[in-house]
């Protein structure tokens, strides 16, 4: 099984500041998910970045996905109470394997 | 209304009584997954299917069976539930692995 790693694990800022969570493996992903859980609730799809060195933005929210499509990472601008949440990566590893690899998450809290 | 639906939401029992988790999805997917999400382990996956009779083992299948008859349905049971089973369920639902994940609203068991 691949492994993704995550980091931070934690973490707690002021309302406007900025943040970014990385997601790392060693190995290949044809491509990479962001999810955000809410408490009682299933993950909901951000993005999925497919091609190396791809970024995309989803308002105050940039994803980027490294170029030899090992590593991944959520930059959030100005951050809101509303953003709070648990951020997950997940990875496909690619033809033949249908086993999405999540990492453990990074549980984000945006202090008004 | 695209949806995943898992049954029931919250579950005590006790230890060895044969219970079943339902799952069901209304988007003709082919791929369907079993995670069990626990503190500092994040999200790991129990058994996905890529289609109708077609099953395998994800990352931590031990004491979970799972069938799957029809394209819809995807029920995860445990023969003879144990307290180390106790943890927040999620059945999965996608088109194909690099798109999204739909997640249902998780199933909260405890086994006692």
């Known amino acids: 099984t691949q492994l993704l790693e995550q980091s931070p694990q934690f973490l707690s800022i002021q309302e406007g500041e900025n943040l970014t969570v990385y997601c790392n493996s060693s190995?290949?992903?044809?491509?990479l998910q962001w999810y955000r859980q809410e408490p009682g609730e299933g993950p909901v799809l951000l993005v999925t970045?497919?091609?190396?060195?791809e970024v995309k933005k989803l308002k105050r929210l940039t994803f980027q996905f490294g170029d030899a499509r090992k590593d991944s990472s959520l930059h959030i601008t100005a951050a809101q109470p509303g953003d709070t949440g648990l951020y997950l990566c997940?990875?496909?590893?690619?033809?033949?394997?249908?086993?999405?690899?999540f990492g453990k998450g990074t549980k984000l809290s945006v202090i008004p | 209304e695209a949806q995943v639906t898992q049954n029931p939401r919250y579950l005590i029992t006790v230890t060895g009584k044969k219970l079943t988790v339902t799952c069901s999805q209304n988007m003709n997917h082919e791929y369907m997954s079993w995670y069990r999400q626990d503190p500092g382990l994040g999200l790991r996956q129990i058994y996905y299917s890529m289609n109708v009779e077609v099953t395998d083992k994800g990352d931590v299948p031990e004491g979970y069976k799972v069938s799957r008859k029809e394209k819809r349905n995807f029920p995860l049971i445990l023969e003879s539930p144990s307290p180390n089973q106790t943890s927040l369920y999620f059945c999965a639902s996608h088109f194909t692995q690099n798109t999204e994940a739909f997640f249902g609203q998780g199933t909260r068991l405890t086994v006692v």
């Open positions: 970045v497919v091609t190396g060195g």
């Open positions: 190995s290949v992903f044809s491509s």
């Open positions: 997940a990875g496909a590893p690619g033809a033949g394997s249908y086993q999405l690899t």
